[in-house]
């Protein structure tokens, strides 16, 4: 094989790192954001009867 004008092996040079490696590390240790806010309080049957009549289209 050839050898360049420093004495290393073609296969022995590596292209500068762009930084792409550590943004995608950083970018999955980020914590995961949910899209819609989610309520962990317990759903009463009125507020439910209210969301189904809405989603009917009634209002009374």
Do not use: C, E, N, W
């Amino acid at each position: 094989m050839h050898r360049d004008p420093k004495g290393r092996h073609l296969a022995d040079t590596r292209a500068p790192s762009t930084g792409s490696k550590t943004a995608h590390f950083l970018r999955l240790a980020r914590p995961k954001r949910d899209a819609f806010h989610t309520s962990h309080a317990p759903v009463s049957t009125s507020r439910l009867t209210q969301f189904l009549r809405i989603a009917r289209g009634r209002t009374a």
